[in-house]
């Protein structure tokens, strides 16, 4: 996991799920200025467009995305934890991510767009135990009321701590299979869609939102992912295929079929015996 998702995450603790979107895609952005100012790569005509289309996706985002939080209290999150939708909403991720362990463990089914819901699924519930979290850190401090007195508190923090550390697995697992600038772009689509569905079944973020706020949100998160796809798209890979040297490379040098004799083979035995016979004679000399 980046530190551009961590981020998210603790931005999600304390803003909107919808804050998300726009965070993630400045990452993106920032991640490509860097990498043609420092790095020195070519500047495409892709990387100005996706640009442009990250950044007005990214205005949409933040004009049209609700701007209020609901304060997280204990009763609140018991009583989302029990209410239909989510309880739909959960059964069906359970059932999803049941069916993708399957495939990607029994199956070996080793597809990138699998790996990346799996991180997803996780993600989802990692943002909803962060925000409740958080959410009942903030009001004990407030003196409000002391929330932590609550066992749905503990329950979350253990949530939040191991969906966590399955994300990293799932997503290290993914760095080792595929380039970074394949994950990286439907890891944004995939852990913002879930983000936001989370916050908005679990918090009830858009609730009173306007018809037209939530069309024109949509239509920030459109552009914004395919700017994402556009900065992402052919740049090249930066993991190596082989971290040795060809001999064949190199001036002077040649390759051979063996460098050293098996050792079941005699010339193993007799070049050992040899080496051991001229150690002793160097040892004995004066």
Request: proline fraction near 3%.
């Amino acid at each position: 996991m980046g530190l551009g998702e961590l981020g998210n995450f603790s931005a999600y603790g304390f803003a909107p799920a919808s804050l998300i979107a726009p965070l993630g895609c400045v990452s993106v952005i920032a991640s490509a200025v860097i990498s043609v100012l420092f790095l020195k790569e070519t500047l495409r005509a892709s990387d100005v467009l996706g640009g442009a289309l990250a950044l007005t996706g990214t205005y949409f985002l933040v004009t049209f995305a609700p701007h209020s939080s609901p304060h997280v209290t204990a009763n609140m999150v018991e009583r989302s934890l029990v209410s239909w939708t989510f309880l739909i909403y959960f059964m069906f991720e359970a059932l999803l991510f049941a069916i993708l362990m399957y495939l990607y463990k029994c199956r070996n089914v080793k597809h990138i767009i699998i790996m990346m819901i799996l991180v997803a699924l996780l993600a989802s519930v990692t943002v909803i135990s962060v925000k409740a979290v958080s959410g009942m850190i903030t009001e004990t401090l407030r003196g409000s009321h002391l929330q932590l007195t609550y066992p749905i508190f503990y329950i979350m923090f253990i949530i939040m701590i191991t969906s966590c550390a399955f994300q990293i697995k799932f997503l290290n697992e993914a760095m080792k299979l595929f380039d970074a600038t394949e994950i990286v772009p439907i890891n944004y689509v995939f852990f913002t869609a879930s983000a936001v569905v989370a916050g908005i079944l679990f918090y009830e973020e858009f609730y009173g939102i306007s018809l037209v706020h939530v069309l024109m949100f949509g239509v920030g998160c459109l552009l914004a992912f395919t700017g994402v796809f556009l900065i992402a798209r052919a740049r090249p890979r930066i993991k190596m295929d082989s971290v040795f040297i060809s001999m064949e490379q190199m001036p002077g040098k040649s390759c051979t079929d063996k460098v050293q004799p098996q050792k079941d083979d005699s010339k193993y035995k007799t070049l050992a015996s040899k080496l051991t016979c001229s150690s002793a004679n160097t040892q004995d000399e004066p």
